[in-house]
T-cell receptor
Framework: AQSVAQPEDQVNVAEGNPLTVKCTYS??????LFWYVQYPNRGLQFLLK??????LVKGSYGFEAEFNKSQTSFHLKKPSALVSDSALYFC?????????????FGAGTRLFVKA | NAGVTQTPKFRVLKTGQSMTLLCAQD?????MYWYRQDPGMGLRLIHYSVGEGTTAKGEVPDGYNVSRLKKQNFLLGLESAAPSQTSVYFCASSGTPVAKNIQYFGAGTRLSVL
């Protein structure tokens, strides 16, 4: 069965410092990976995705993610964190085994950026 | 461009009452989803639809029913609400090809069952 794991419930970082939010996955075949962000009292918003091609994917708001097939990871990164980046971040993978209709979400990682 | 609209935004029910949550999307998407979000558990899929007139069970379908009579609308029903259904409910839609496409989410419905 396909799955995705976010090993950290919360990540704390100072404004201006680089940030990393970790994600590992388990899939059969090629993974279709996504990152979403959720601000308070809002729905999830798409940040970036990896389907194929370059291992470094660039997305919205200056975020990027690195796909590492050997480590089965898809970590979210940003070179310089902003207080406004504080939010809940979800890693997700498409469930290809059942036709790709469904998305499997991680439990989420809360990012707290301190001024 | 409204995207995905959910109504209502908030609701309080008593145990045993029924209600329907409405999701509407204006992007002509084939695929629609209902999720519930509970602390520490991420998003769990309740039901989904791959097109007008079709529905399928997700990860946690018990106690819920859905209908997709029109392509743009996806309704989630609770026939007899229970406290365990207290949660935040999100609707989402996706275009084709579905496996490579992103999901667009509504703002959510916060439901409390007393």
């Amino acid at each position: 069965a396909q799955s995705v794991a976010q090993p950290e419930d919360q990540v704390n970082v100072a404004e201006g410092n680089p940030l990393t939010v970790k994600c590992t996955y388990s899939v059969s075949g090629n993974p279709y990976l996504f990152w979403y962000v959720q601000y308070p009292n809002r729905g999830l918003q798409f940040l970036l995705k990896y389907i194929t091609g370059d291992n470094l994917v660039k997305g919205s708001y200056g975020f990027e993610a690195e796909f590492n097939k050997s480590q089965t990871s898809f970590h979210l990164k940003k070179p310089s964190a902003l207080v406004s980046d504080s939010a809940l971040y979800f890693c997700a993978v498409r469930d290809i085994e059942t036709g790709g209709f469904k998305t499997i979400f991680g439990a989420g990682t809360r990012l707290f950026v301190k001024a | 461009n409204a995207g995905v609209t959910q109504t209502p935004k908030f609701r309080v029910l008593k145990t045993g009452q029924s209600m329907t949550l409405l999701c509407a999307q204006d992007m002509n998407h084939e695929y629609m989803y209902w999720y519930r979000q509970d602390p520490g558990m991420g998003l769990r899929l309740i039901h989904y639809s791959v097109g007008e007139g079709t529905t399928a069970k997700g990860e946690v379908p018990d106690g819920y029913n859905v209908s997709r009579l029109k392509k743009q609308n996806f309704l989630l029903g609770l026939e007899s609400a229970a406290p365990s259904q207290t949660s935040v409910y999100f609707c989402a839609s996706s275009g084709t090809p579905v496996a490579k496409n992103i999901q667009y989410f509504g703002a959510g419905t916060r439901l409390s069952v007393l």
